[in-house]
């Protein structure tokens, strides 16, 4: 379970969302979004090297089939 300053800090950051236009909140959320884009791509690529590694990511991606 989350503690309270968790929620707290999702509740300030919808807040600063509803409150600051997209180019203004973007500048600060782009950078990470970037990176775990990144990193997600960084990780596909070595499962793809293991054995089984295309299938597997073969398999996730029939995950988000929608149905």
Same mark, same amino acid.
């Given at each position: 379970? %989350?503690?309270? @300053?968790?929620?707290?800090?999702? !509740? ?6 509803? @409150?600051?236009? %997209?180019? !203004? ?11 775990? !884009? ?11 090297? @293991?054995? *089984? *590694?295309?299938?597997? !990511? ?6 988000? @089939?929608?149905?």
């Amino acid at each position: 379970m %989350r503690d309270r @300053t968790h929620d707290e800090q999702v !509740i300030r950051w919808a807040e600063f969302v509803k @409150t600051h236009s %997209r180019s !203004i909140w973007i500048r600060e959320v782009g950078p990470l979004i970037d990176s775990q !884009i990144i990193m997600a791509n960084a990780f596909y690529e070595r499962l793809a090297k @293991t054995e *089984g *590694g295309l299938e597997k !990511i073969r398999q996730l991606r029939k995950l988000d @089939t929608p149905k």
